[in-house]
């Protein structure tokens, strides 16, 4: 386990990225969250899909509460190291792989809102079919 006073790149964090070794960095704190997937209530989608780059906005909008930023020191692990210009680049190219992994998601999951959709044509067809 990493030490709590680490100071981690953005790319030592870019590495971090799926589902069984999950690192976020939020307010330039940097948290493990590989053991907390299952049991985030938002499902552990919305996490991986803001791993391994920095998530503030992300978590910022979701309008989380004290007691979740109070769980959250229980995975903090390290600082964001700043002083790279290297970790502005990299930081880039992270919202394109977040672009990325959206598009995935949003493509994985199309299957269920089409389904619903479909039968729902098809039972209000019928029913205006009967009268």
Same mark, same amino acid.
């Given at each position: ?5 680490? %100071?981690?790149?953005?790319?030592? *964090?870019?590495?971090?990225?799926? /589902? ?5 960095? +939020?307010?330039? @704190? *940097? &948290?493990?969250?590989?053991? &907390? ?8 989608? *919305? +996490? $991986? ?7 503030? #906005? #992300?978590?910022? #909008?979701?309008?989380?509460? =004290? ?6 020191? @229980?995975? &903090? +692990? ?7 210009? #290297?970790?502005? !680049?990299?930081?880039? /190219?992270? $919202? ?5 992994? $959206?598009?995935? %998601?949003? !493509?994985?999951?199309? @299957?269920?809102?089409?389904?619903? +959709? ?8 019928? &029913?205006?079919? !009967? =009268?």
């Amino acid at each position: 386990m990493p030490s709590i006073s680490a %100071l981690y790149s953005i790319q030592e *964090v870019s590495q971090h990225s799926s /589902n069984d070794d999950c690192w976020i960095i +939020i307010d330039g @704190k *940097v &948290y493990d969250l590989t053991s &907390y997937l299952d049991e985030h209530p938002g499902g552990d989608d *919305v +996490i $991986v899909a803001a791993t391994g780059r920095d998530a503030t #906005d #992300d978590f910022e #909008d979701a309008g989380h509460s =004290k007691d979740a930023r109070e769980l959250m020191e @229980k995975f &903090y +692990i390290g600082l964001l190291d700043t002083s790279s210009l #290297d970790s502005l !680049k990299l930081e880039t /190219n992270q $919202v394109d792989g977040y672009a990325t992994r $959206v598009q995935t %998601l949003t !493509k994985q999951y199309w @299957k269920a809102p089409v389904a619903v +959709i479909g039968i729902s044509v098809v039972l209000g067809w019928a &029913y205006l079919r !009967k =009268k």
